[in-house]
């Protein structure tokens, strides 16, 4: 069985910074691309940023352009998402989420392309 384990969330003032990470474990896998997402109460789980494993190409969501930087570490297979300038309005739990298959150009921006969840990290940003 895969699972995916992130941590790194926490409290935090508006301006300020968290660094989430994902590890998975147990059984192995080649994942193609990684993925965080975000869910706040009462709304729809929500694109924050992917990255291709091989060549590392990135997509960000325009609301966390210029503030949030993904990046992977290939030996221990980890994932992390630097998050700077926090806003209040990025407070939700966090996913991180593992895609097998090679998918086209903004299919990793889609919850159902991703094959593996992790159980979410919550971040609050106070004002």
């Known amino acids: 069985q895969v699972q995916l384990v992130e941590t790194g969330g926490g409290l935090v003032q508006a301006g300020g910074s968290l660094r989430l990470s994902c590890t998975p474990s147990g059984r192995t896998f080649s994942s193609t691309a990684m993925g965080w997402f975000r869910q706040a109460p009462g709304k729809e789980r929500e694109f924050v940023t992917a990255?291709?494993?091989?060549?590392?190409?990135?997509d960000y969501a325009d609301s966390v352009k210029g503030r949030f930087t993904i990046s992977k570490y290939i030996a221990n297979n980890t994932v992390y998402l630097q998050m700077n300038n926090l806003r209040p309005e990025d407070t939700a739990v966090y996913y991180c989420a593992a895609n097998l298959r090679p998918s086209g150009s903004g299919a990793l921006r889609v919850p159902r392309m991703y094959d593996y969840w992790g159980q979410g990290t919550q971040v609050t940003v106070s004002s």
């Open positions: 990255i291709t494993w091989k060549i590392g190409i990135t």
